[in-house]
């Protein structure tokens, strides 16, 4: 019997566990489930005998895949798959899959949620501002930059967004103004949301030369990845202009130094929580289970992620 391991340190909602269960065991197989774990060890263990795992930011290293000694497919529930060694599951001939699209709502409507918060000076009591009439840059025009652009259409925000794999019709379809460069968008808009993935190219690329193009009251959304933002140069620009926010779902490694020099300009979410909604856990899990049942019985490998 094929055992499927579901390995989440952050866990599922409950719903989407017994409806994961449900699709596992209706194809025959057994569910393995290991939540919260403490150590890297228990999913070392966790691994050797699973056929396939279900994982969120759970990282997948070498070490992990090489213990899976009958693991064929590894399936991201989830759009990054930064956390896979993507070279390492090809040496060994496991199928890395991510469910693209399932969560990204969630991650959109934090943004817009975050947005709020910060305009209104994080329920302070003070006057705070609005977004409606506001300029907005997505940077990245994928499944969640597009909800993005969607959720603040009705805040009545002006939308633009940099996207050099998506075309301008694409962009107008959705109310959208297609801006040139990276450049343009960050000089043009008072807010930027961040929607790239965390890539050899984009690690850091996000520094103080692209933020300093900001407009005055700039405020810096990233539900993406913290490791696309140059931390230094972040650093910089919160030195330089006391009117930028950053908003971050996932505290950044210098958190310590905005906390303590940066006080009433920053948000961060203690744990990745864009994505942790029953409704994108229900989604996500869901399309992981289908997927690698569709996999096995029938070789179908439409969301493969490696080579
Ligand atoms: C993603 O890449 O899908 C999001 O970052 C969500 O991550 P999570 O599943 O760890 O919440």
Redesign the pocket.
Known sequence: MKKVLVATD?PFAPVAVQQIRKIVEDAGYELLLLEKYAEKSDLLNAVENADAMII???VADKEVIEAGKNLKIIV??????DNIDLEAATANGVVAM?TPGQ?SNA?AELALGMMVYSARNFFNGTSGKELRGKSLGIHAFGNVGKYVAEIAKGFGMKIFAFDPFVSEGEMVKFGVTAMASEAELYSKCQYVSLHIPATEKTKKSIGFELLSKMPKNAVLVN???KEVIDEQGLLKMFAEREDFKYLSDIEPACKAEIEANFPGRYFFTPK?????TSE?NVN?GLAAAKQIVAFFEKGDITFKVNK
């Open positions: 952050k969120r930011s759970d991201r529930a989830g759009a990054g798959y991510n969560n991650v539900t993406a990845r990745k929580m864009g994505a942790q994108a996500a």
